[in-house]
């Protein structure tokens, strides 16, 4: 059962490195493309279940979305809305 822990304990220490690791990666990636506001590592490298700024949590998902405007949005529609315009003009 000893040993069976100490591989446990591994594990998660291995999980961690890497997961520590990956974010490191994508934090030197975000400098080098020149995010407008790099946060700061430290803050990064906060364990899973930190608390996590909302701010900083919703920029790096702005800057991985495609660019569109509404315009671009409206023009795409969607099904639901095609059916709609559909029943409506026949």
Known sequence: MRLYQIHMAGAAARLTREREQSVTAAYLAAGLTRMKKMP????????????VDVGLALGLMRQQLPKITLADWQKRGTTHVIQRHRQSAG
């Open 40 to 51: 700061r590592l430290s803050d990064l490298l906060k364990p899973p279940g930190a608390a």
